[in-house]
């Protein structure tokens, strides 16, 4: 793909990528508003990173006391063993939000899910950048920077990086 039809396939720019941050930090705010701790679980690799850039704005925006917590998935295999940055049992009686770049089918995210349920969590919500449209799992993002209807075939890459963030249509 030459650079012209990355450009002409542009879903969210840096600029799109950081308001949607920061609109999403805000919900997630208003939504645990009353709580004193606050773990942002990223889905490694591009759901930490979006988890980290919503930690950063979290602490900017909120007294909270924002974790950020590293979910290991193999996306070739999710059903092997899912590891977590925290252990298990120091997420207990906290909110927890679970963040991935993109929800395509679902099923990184459905097994990310699954590997909570068993603890005890005072609230759990899940955050993504992009919503695909596309489950085979009934999973849903309670927070999306955007919705986006595609086709089966195309694919959405986001790029995260120090100095220009992007969303393209592949």
Known sequence: MTMQQQLTN?????QQIQDKIRRIAYQIYETNV???ELVIAGIADNGYIFAQRLCDMLTSI???SVSLCKVIIDKESPQNTVQTSIPLSELENKS???T????N??????YGVKHFLDV???????AVLVNRNHKKYPVKADFKGISLSTSLHEHVKVTF????DIAILQ
Do not use: C, M, N, Q
């Open 10 to 14: 542009i879903i969210l720019t840096h």
């Open 34 to 36: 009353d709580e004193k």
């Open 62 to 64: 909120s007294d909270l």
């Open 96 to 98: 927890l939000v679970l």
């Open 100 to 103: 991935d770049d993109v929800l």
């Open 105 to 110: 089918s679902g099923t990184t995210l459905i």
């Open 120 to 126: 005890p969590l005072s609230r759990f919500k899940t």
């Open 161 to 164: 990086s120090a100095t220009e």
